[in-house]
Protein backbone atom coordinates (compact mmCIF):
# COMPACT_ATOMS: atom_id res chain seq x y z
CA UNK A 1 0.00 0.00 0.00
CA UNK A 2 3.00 2.44 1.17
CA UNK A 3 4.36 1.89 -3.06
CA UNK A 4 0.82 2.05 -4.44
CA UNK A 5 0.59 5.75 -3.02
CA UNK A 6 3.79 6.81 -4.57
CA UNK A 7 1.82 6.18 -8.28
CA UNK A 8 -0.96 8.14 -9.78
CA UNK A 9 -3.25 5.91 -10.01
CA UNK A 10 -4.70 6.16 -13.29
CA UNK A 11 -1.89 6.38 -14.70
CA UNK A 12 -0.88 3.38 -13.53
CA UNK A 13 -4.11 1.87 -14.52
CA UNK A 14 -3.90 2.65 -17.87
CA UNK A 15 -0.56 1.20 -18.03
CA UNK A 16 -1.80 -1.87 -16.24
CA UNK A 17 -4.65 -2.56 -18.94
CA UNK A 18 -2.01 -1.87 -21.95
CA UNK A 19 0.17 -4.71 -20.81
CA UNK A 20 -2.93 -7.03 -20.29
CA UNK A 21 -4.07 -6.00 -24.33
CA UNK A 22 -0.60 -6.98 -25.15
CA UNK A 23 -0.88 -9.97 -23.07
CA UNK A 24 -3.77 -10.95 -25.18
CA UNK A 25 -2.94 -10.03 -28.64
CA UNK A 26 0.22 -12.49 -28.12
CA UNK A 27 -1.72 -15.33 -26.28
CA UNK A 28 -5.17 -14.79 -28.25
CA UNK A 29 -4.19 -17.25 -31.89
CA UNK A 30 -3.90 -20.25 -29.09
CA UNK A 31 -6.32 -19.45 -26.06
CA UNK A 32 -8.83 -17.36 -28.07
CA UNK A 33 -11.54 -19.73 -29.50
CA UNK A 34 -14.60 -22.40 -28.05
CA UNK A 35 -13.54 -25.73 -29.21
CA UNK A 36 -17.25 -27.53 -28.73
CA UNK A 37 -20.61 -26.29 -30.13
CA UNK A 38 -22.56 -26.72 -26.87
CA UNK A 39 -19.85 -24.96 -25.08
CA UNK A 40 -21.39 -21.33 -23.69
CA UNK A 41 -17.93 -19.53 -22.88
CA UNK A 42 -14.26 -20.16 -23.80
CA UNK A 43 -11.61 -22.70 -22.29
CA UNK A 44 -9.52 -20.80 -19.46
CA UNK A 45 -6.26 -23.12 -19.07
CA UNK A 46 -3.98 -20.90 -16.87
CA UNK A 47 -4.11 -20.00 -13.16
CA UNK A 48 -3.92 -16.65 -11.92
CA UNK A 49 -0.23 -16.93 -10.98
CA UNK A 50 0.78 -17.99 -14.36
CA UNK A 51 -1.31 -15.07 -16.00
CA UNK A 52 0.03 -12.63 -13.47
CA UNK A 53 3.43 -13.70 -13.73
CA UNK A 54 2.92 -12.85 -18.15
CA UNK A 55 0.88 -9.70 -17.45
CA UNK A 56 4.11 -8.37 -15.41
CA UNK A 57 6.42 -9.47 -17.39
CA UNK A 58 4.54 -7.84 -20.78
CA UNK A 59 4.29 -4.43 -17.97
CA UNK A 60 7.82 -4.79 -16.93
CA UNK A 61 8.92 -4.68 -20.32
CA UNK A 62 7.04 -1.92 -21.81
CA UNK A 63 7.62 0.67 -18.74
CA UNK A 64 10.28 1.78 -16.17
CA UNK A 65 9.84 2.93 -12.88
CA UNK A 66 11.51 6.16 -11.58
CA UNK A 67 10.88 7.73 -8.37
CA UNK A 68 10.90 11.55 -8.44
CA UNK A 69 10.17 13.32 -5.17
CA UNK A 70 8.38 10.63 -3.43
CA UNK A 71 6.28 9.94 -6.62
CA UNK A 72 6.69 7.15 -8.66
CA UNK A 73 6.49 7.77 -12.53
CA UNK A 74 6.18 5.39 -15.10
CA UNK A 75 8.20 5.84 -18.46
CA UNK A 76 8.62 4.23 -21.78
CA UNK A 77 11.00 1.58 -22.17
CA UNK A 78 13.24 1.96 -25.46
CA UNK A 79 14.02 -1.58 -25.12
CA UNK A 80 10.16 -2.62 -25.62
CA UNK A 81 10.61 -3.14 -29.07
CA UNK A 82 13.07 -5.87 -29.43
CA UNK A 83 12.15 -7.40 -25.75
CA UNK A 84 8.36 -7.57 -27.63
CA UNK A 85 9.48 -9.67 -30.74
CA UNK A 86 11.20 -12.54 -27.98
CA UNK A 87 8.16 -12.14 -26.02
CA UNK A 88 5.75 -13.13 -29.25
CA UNK A 89 7.74 -15.40 -30.13
CA UNK A 90 8.59 -17.04 -26.68
CA UNK A 91 5.60 -16.71 -24.38
CA UNK A 92 2.80 -18.87 -26.26
CA UNK A 93 5.37 -21.55 -25.67
CA UNK A 94 5.79 -21.16 -22.16
CA UNK A 95 2.28 -20.87 -21.72
CA UNK A 96 1.95 -24.21 -23.18
CA UNK A 97 5.03 -26.10 -21.66
CA UNK A 98 3.89 -24.49 -18.00
CA UNK A 99 0.82 -25.75 -18.02
CA UNK A 100 1.58 -29.58 -19.36
CA UNK A 101 4.39 -29.96 -16.75
CA UNK A 102 2.00 -28.67 -14.15
CA UNK A 103 4.38 -25.59 -13.13
CA UNK A 104 2.01 -23.52 -11.67
CA UNK A 105 0.36 -26.26 -9.51
CA UNK A 106 -0.56 -25.00 -6.29
CA UNK A 107 1.17 -21.55 -4.70
CA UNK A 108 3.17 -19.59 -6.99
CA UNK A 109 3.34 -16.14 -5.71
CA UNK A 110 6.93 -15.80 -5.77
CA UNK A 111 6.97 -17.55 -8.65
CA UNK A 112 5.14 -14.89 -10.44
CA UNK A 113 7.37 -12.42 -9.53
CA UNK A 114 10.46 -14.09 -10.68
CA UNK A 115 9.15 -14.57 -13.55
CA UNK A 116 8.01 -10.59 -13.93
CA UNK A 117 10.97 -9.94 -13.65
CA UNK A 118 13.71 -12.24 -15.08
CA UNK A 119 14.12 -12.55 -18.82
CA UNK A 120 12.98 -16.11 -18.75
CA UNK A 121 9.49 -15.35 -21.06
CA UNK A 122 12.36 -13.85 -23.48
CA UNK A 123 14.28 -16.97 -24.14
CA UNK A 124 13.16 -20.04 -26.32
CA UNK A 125 13.00 -23.54 -24.50
CA UNK A 126 14.90 -26.27 -26.63
CA UNK A 127 13.55 -28.96 -28.37
CA UNK A 128 14.85 -31.56 -26.01
CA UNK A 129 12.89 -30.02 -23.39
CA UNK A 130 10.02 -30.18 -25.17
CA UNK A 131 10.44 -33.80 -25.98
CA UNK A 132 10.77 -35.01 -22.71
CA UNK A 133 8.13 -32.58 -21.06
CA UNK A 134 5.91 -33.92 -24.44
CA UNK A 135 6.86 -37.63 -23.64
CA UNK A 136 6.08 -37.95 -20.12
CA UNK A 137 2.82 -36.10 -20.71
CA UNK A 138 1.93 -38.49 -23.60
CA UNK A 139 2.84 -41.15 -20.68
CA UNK A 140 0.34 -40.12 -18.22
CA UNK A 141 -2.33 -39.78 -20.77
CA UNK A 142 -1.86 -43.32 -21.70
CA UNK A 143 -2.35 -44.51 -17.82
CA UNK A 144 -6.20 -43.41 -18.08
CA UNK A 145 -8.75 -46.11 -17.87
CA UNK A 146 -12.18 -45.13 -19.00
CA UNK A 147 -15.15 -46.76 -19.16
CA UNK A 148 -17.60 -44.41 -19.96
CA UNK A 149 -17.84 -40.55 -21.96
CA UNK A 150 -15.65 -38.10 -19.67
CA UNK A 151 -15.00 -34.34 -20.05
CA UNK A 152 -12.23 -33.97 -22.53
CA UNK A 153 -9.12 -32.80 -20.16
CA UNK A 154 -8.53 -28.69 -21.33
CA UNK A 155 -4.58 -29.36 -21.32
CA UNK A 156 -5.31 -31.75 -24.55
CA UNK A 157 -7.46 -29.00 -25.74
CA UNK A 158 -4.69 -26.19 -25.35
CA UNK A 159 -1.85 -28.57 -27.36
CA UNK A 160 -4.22 -29.19 -30.32
CA UNK A 161 -4.60 -25.39 -30.70
CA UNK A 162 -1.01 -25.03 -31.13
CA UNK A 163 -1.51 -27.19 -33.82
CA UNK A 164 -4.81 -26.31 -35.89
CA UNK A 165 -4.41 -22.69 -35.39
CA UNK A 166 -1.78 -22.63 -37.67
CA UNK A 167 -3.15 -25.55 -39.81
CA UNK A 168 -6.69 -23.64 -40.25
CA UNK A 169 -4.85 -20.22 -40.87
CA UNK A 170 -3.04 -22.31 -44.39
CA UNK A 171 -6.45 -23.79 -44.68
CA UNK A 172 -8.81 -20.86 -45.04
CA UNK A 173 -10.91 -22.36 -47.64
CA UNK A 174 -11.98 -25.10 -45.51
CA UNK A 175 -12.26 -23.01 -42.41
CA UNK A 176 -15.01 -23.76 -40.41
CA UNK A 177 -16.82 -24.24 -36.82
CA UNK A 178 -14.34 -26.90 -35.45
CA UNK A 179 -14.99 -28.85 -32.05
CA UNK A 180 -12.78 -31.24 -30.38
CA UNK A 181 -13.44 -35.11 -30.51
CA UNK A 182 -11.84 -38.54 -30.45
CA UNK A 183 -10.48 -39.71 -34.06
CA UNK A 184 -11.49 -43.29 -33.15
CA UNK A 185 -15.05 -43.02 -31.82
CA UNK A 186 -15.60 -43.83 -28.24
CA UNK A 187 -18.45 -45.81 -28.85
CA UNK A 188 -16.17 -48.33 -30.91
CA UNK A 189 -13.94 -48.69 -28.15
CA UNK A 190 -16.46 -48.72 -24.82
CA UNK A 191 -17.28 -52.42 -24.93
CA UNK A 192 -13.29 -53.16 -25.20
CA UNK A 193 -12.80 -51.34 -22.58
CA UNK A 194 -15.02 -52.46 -20.32
CA UNK A 195 -14.05 -55.77 -21.10
CA UNK A 196 -10.02 -54.92 -20.12
CA UNK A 197 -11.04 -52.53 -17.10
CA UNK A 198 -10.65 -49.45 -19.09
CA UNK A 199 -8.66 -48.11 -22.17
CA UNK A 200 -7.23 -44.43 -22.45
CA UNK A 201 -9.89 -43.75 -25.51
CA UNK A 202 -9.55 -39.65 -24.66
CA UNK A 203 -5.59 -39.54 -24.34
CA UNK A 204 -3.96 -36.91 -26.77
CA UNK A 205 -3.50 -39.07 -28.96
CA UNK A 206 -6.89 -40.13 -30.55
CA UNK A 207 -8.21 -36.09 -30.11
CA UNK A 208 -8.38 -33.69 -32.89
CA UNK A 209 -10.24 -30.46 -34.10
CA UNK A 210 -12.89 -32.06 -36.06
CA UNK A 211 -15.31 -29.92 -38.59
CA UNK A 212 -18.85 -29.51 -36.71
CA UNK A 213 -20.63 -30.95 -39.92
CA UNK A 214 -18.28 -33.98 -40.59
CA UNK A 215 -18.50 -35.30 -37.21
CA UNK A 216 -22.16 -35.00 -36.99
CA UNK A 217 -21.77 -37.70 -39.89
CA UNK A 218 -18.87 -39.61 -38.46
CA UNK A 219 -20.58 -40.60 -35.27
CA UNK A 220 -19.20 -43.98 -34.31
CA UNK A 221 -17.20 -44.64 -38.02
CA UNK A 222 -13.94 -43.44 -38.93
CA UNK A 223 -13.26 -41.53 -42.33
CA UNK A 224 -12.47 -44.59 -43.59
CA UNK A 225 -15.95 -46.12 -43.50
CA UNK A 226 -17.74 -43.32 -44.68
CA UNK A 227 -18.46 -41.76 -48.04
CA UNK A 228 -16.00 -39.52 -48.90
CA UNK A 229 -14.18 -39.21 -52.57
CA UNK A 230 -10.58 -39.96 -51.93
CA UNK A 231 -9.14 -36.50 -52.05
CA UNK A 232 -10.89 -36.18 -49.30
CA UNK A 233 -10.21 -38.96 -47.86
CA UNK A 234 -6.21 -38.26 -47.72
CA UNK A 235 -6.81 -34.30 -46.94
CA UNK A 236 -8.27 -35.70 -43.88
CA UNK A 237 -5.45 -38.45 -43.22
CA UNK A 238 -3.51 -35.35 -43.01
CA UNK A 239 -5.49 -33.24 -41.17
CA UNK A 240 -6.20 -36.11 -38.40
CA UNK A 241 -2.42 -37.59 -38.49
CA UNK A 242 -3.76 -40.75 -39.48
CA UNK A 243 -3.15 -43.72 -41.98
CA UNK A 244 -5.91 -46.26 -42.50
CA UNK A 245 -3.09 -48.82 -41.24
CA UNK A 246 -3.10 -47.69 -37.58
CA UNK A 247 -6.59 -48.29 -37.42
CA UNK A 248 -6.67 -52.15 -38.49
CA UNK A 249 -6.96 -53.10 -34.90
CA UNK A 250 -10.28 -52.32 -35.00
CA UNK A 251 -10.88 -55.46 -36.90
CA UNK A 252 -9.65 -57.93 -33.61
CA UNK A 253 -11.09 -58.44 -30.33
CA UNK A 254 -10.71 -57.87 -26.62
CA UNK A 255 -7.15 -57.38 -25.41
CA UNK A 256 -5.48 -57.19 -29.19
CA UNK A 257 -7.38 -54.32 -29.65
CA UNK A 258 -5.70 -52.48 -26.17
CA UNK A 259 -2.71 -53.71 -27.58
CA UNK A 260 -3.36 -52.28 -31.31
CA UNK A 261 -4.88 -49.13 -29.55
CA UNK A 262 -1.98 -48.28 -27.86
CA UNK A 263 0.27 -48.42 -30.69
CA UNK A 264 -2.14 -46.66 -32.66
CA UNK A 265 -1.86 -44.02 -29.68
CA UNK A 266 2.54 -43.54 -29.65
CA UNK A 267 2.40 -43.30 -33.83
CA UNK A 268 -0.36 -40.73 -33.54
CA UNK A 269 1.35 -38.45 -31.17
CA UNK A 270 4.94 -38.82 -32.75
CA UNK A 271 3.41 -37.43 -35.57
CA UNK A 272 1.31 -35.00 -33.25
CA UNK A 273 4.53 -33.65 -31.92
CA UNK A 274 6.31 -33.37 -35.30
CA UNK A 275 3.71 -31.75 -36.49
CA UNK A 276 3.86 -29.20 -33.32
CA UNK A 277 7.31 -28.80 -33.78
CA UNK A 278 7.64 -27.96 -37.37
CA UNK A 279 4.60 -25.21 -36.90
CA UNK A 280 5.59 -23.68 -34.14
CA UNK A 281 9.27 -23.66 -35.07
CA UNK A 282 10.87 -25.45 -32.43
CA UNK A 283 14.54 -26.82 -33.91
Avoid: C
Avoid at 75 to 103: A, F
Wanted: net charge positive; aromatic share 12%.
Amino acid sequence: PKTLKKFEIEELEKAIINAVEEVNKILKPYIGGKSNKKQKEKWVFHSDFQIISIIGKVFHSIYTLQEEEGKIRIRQNRRWKTIKKNLEKNLPMYYLYDIIRGYWSGTGDKKAKERAFSSTYEESISKEAWEAVLDEWHKNEKSKRETRRKTINKVAVLFLNYIYTHLISENQSRAKDFEVDHVVPFARLQKVAQEVGGLPISAIGNLALINKDLNLKKRDKTIYEMSLKDNETKWLEKWLFIDKKMLSFLKRKGSEVEKGFNRYLDKRFERMKEKFFELNEIV
